[in-house]
């Protein structure tokens, strides 16, 4: 799965001389988080975030009344707020690539450059979305966790089982525990009952069910 899978293409942007107040009502309007700032070259020059607009406003205006308040920020453009040191990626980066980068730097989106020019912008909410899509959070099934232990032949010994009892593997998701000697395995079948994935799955040596559920 890449980005250009999974961004937003052709995101709305602005301009560096663009008013905050209408950078602020231009990202509630159309309910986004992170605005692009391009010049009169269509360049990357900036991002303005919900952060960045939070700390535009002094923290000594409360002070004041609404119309110094309104004329104090009427007065500031993107420029003056938007992060220039931006953070972007390419289309074919992998999406845990672009995963990892957003959480080693602490940030909520990534524009998408192709070469010099913005294709798109991907966000936290993207990957959410995509995680709940890799986990079938609307599929129907039996969800169940394995813990196995970490060595070859694991996972086809799993999946063998569920489809010796008619079982269809929806979703299919591995990851490590705590302990270094044992992984988990996190499936969604359907077409077999619950009783009948456990007793299966409950007689394969060396593994235990940590959870199951009907979803």
Known sequence: MLVKDQMTPNPVCG????????????MQESNFRHLPILDADNKLVGLITQRSLMHAIPDDLD????FVVNYVLAKLQAHNIMVRDVITIGPDTTIEEAARIMADNKIGCLPVMQEDELVGIISDNDLFRIMME??????????MTVLQPDRAGEVARLTRTIDAQGGYVSVFVTYPTSDPGTWASVVKVANVSEDALVEAVSSMPDAHIQDVREV
Do not use: I
Not at 63 to 66: I, L, R, S, T, V
């Open 15 to 26: 301009h560096p001389k663009m008013p905050v107040t209408e950078a602020q009502a231009l």
């Open 63 to 66: 002070q004041f009344g609404p």
């Open 134 to 143: 890799l986990l079938g959070a609307r599929r129907a099934g039996v969800r």
